[in-house]
């Protein structure tokens, strides 16, 4: 696989041969399983000995060329794709966590990354604290005898908090646990958690990496060739691979993913710093303002801010409303890392499984409202903006 060259060139060559037929694109491998040529064949693919399809819950080459190509985004070794970005979630926690064993996570992480800890591990035994992974004592002051994953979010979602994922890595490492960090947010054009010493990076491919909101998908990427085979492993039998036509959708999405990232940034920038100037706004949080209060972090650790901020209006919660029943542009939804502008209010949908206590733990307060900037153009958004407050 040719993984040469820079990250554009990546993104659209990366792990995309040629199969033969002079296709240009990756075709899509819509089949369930592989005819062997023979008998001894099919048992030294079944035993590991020799390279081959076998069944595309085990692997495909459409969705094999997608996780080339992701995995050379990360500088990865090893990338499993997933159905969904909580395929990829499920599956981190399920190969790396057992009976009596202990995770520290982020406590703001993604809601239903949370809630599997918390409701589900828990059922089998499995304990978790979440903790700001962006205060290092707290991290550190989480870590016991039996901790063997340290996951985080950074950015996480949706109070834009940065973790410095090159310090937590050391926590966990001199702790004998791995870290894994959930990506989505940058994706890898703008941050790469295994050049900052994270074991594992995870992605909801449903979010910037696709970048159309047209398809549900996830990836995890590794290094270590026995933890990339265990993840796996662990993905096969849970069965929530990736499909071959999704694998055919996210590569075609990932080809503009810089040109989709680097642009929903500026028009991200625009606006955070139209709203944190507007009389009507109590706060703003987007990783690009100085006001951040881990501006410089970010700086360091990220290649750019991203295309997601959010903020508070000081009407609080009924003005948010207001705001989000007066945009015309920006559609009320949830998600994000698509070409067009959502808008949606977090304590009440995405994080309304959390507890208002636990909401406010992790900087959601009943008034925020997440911003997820799209590719239009920035001045109809700013426009937009602009109607829709003037109502508030
Ligand atoms: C959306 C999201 C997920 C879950 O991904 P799905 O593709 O919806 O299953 C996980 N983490 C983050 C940060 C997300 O934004």
């Known amino acids: 696989m040719d993984h040469q060259g820079g990250p554009f060139t990546k993104m659209v060559h990366a792990g995309q041969e040629p199969d033969g037929t002079g296709a240009v694109t990756v075709p899509i491998y819509q089949t369930s399983t592989f005819a062997f040529p023979d008998a001894d064949t099919g048992a030294a693919r079944f035993a590991g000995q020799e390279k081959g399809f076998i069944y595309t819950r085990l692997g495909n080459p459409t969705i094999n060329a997608c996780e080339q190509c992701v995995k050379a985004l990360e500088n990865g070794q090893f990338a499993i794709a997933t159905s969904s970005g909580m395929g990829a979630v499920s599956t981190v926690y399920l190969a790396l966590l057992g009976q009596g064993q202990h995770m520290v996570g982020t406590a703001s992480l993604y809601g239903p990354s949370r809630v599997l800890a918390e409701k589900h591990l828990a059922r089998f035994g499995v304990e978790a604290t979440f903790v700001d992974t962006s205060d290092l004592q707290q991290v550190e002051r989480a870590m016991r005898a039996n901790t063997k994953l340290v996951y985080v979010e950074s950015p996480s979602n949706p109070a834009m908090i940065v ?15 791995l870290l894994a960090v959930d990506n989505t947010f940058a994706s890898p054009h703008l941050q790469k958690p295994l050049d900052l010493g994270a074991d594992i990076s995870l992605h909801s491919v449903s979010k910037f990496l696709n970048g159309h909101a047209d398809v549900i998908g996830g990836i995890i990427i590794t290094r270590d060739p026995e933890l990339g085979a265990r993840l796996r492993a662990t993905m096969t039998i849970l069965g929530c691979n990736m499909d071959p036509h ?15 990232v680097e642009r929903a940034q500026a028009n991200a920038m625009a606006i955070a710093q139209y709203l944190e100037a507007h009389p009507k706004v109590a706060w703003v949080r987007y990783v690009g303002l100085p006001s951040h209060p881990q501006y410089e972090l970010a700086k360091r ?18 003005a948010g409303k207001t705001l989000m029943n007066s945009v015309k ?23 309304a499984s959390l507890s208002r206590e636990e909401r406010l733990a992790a900087g959601i307060t009943d008034g925020l409202v997440r911003l997820a900037v799209g590719i239009e153009d920035g001045e109809d958004l700013l426009a937009d903006l602009d109607q829709a407050l003037s109502r508030v």
């Open 163 to 177: 973790t410095d994922i090159a310090k937590v890595a050391a926590i966990a490492h001199r702790h004998g646990a």
């Open 246 to 260: 999704q694998a055919f959708l996210v590569l075609r999405g990932v080809k503009t993913l810089g040109l989709r």
């Open 301 to 318: 650790q990220m290649a750019g801010p991203g295309c997601v901020l959010s903020f508070e209006l000081k009407g609080g919660i009924e």
């Open 329 to 351: 542009l920006a559609t009320l939804a949830v998600s994000l890392g698509g070409v067009e502008t959502l808008i949606e209010h977090p304590a009440s949908m995405t994080h």
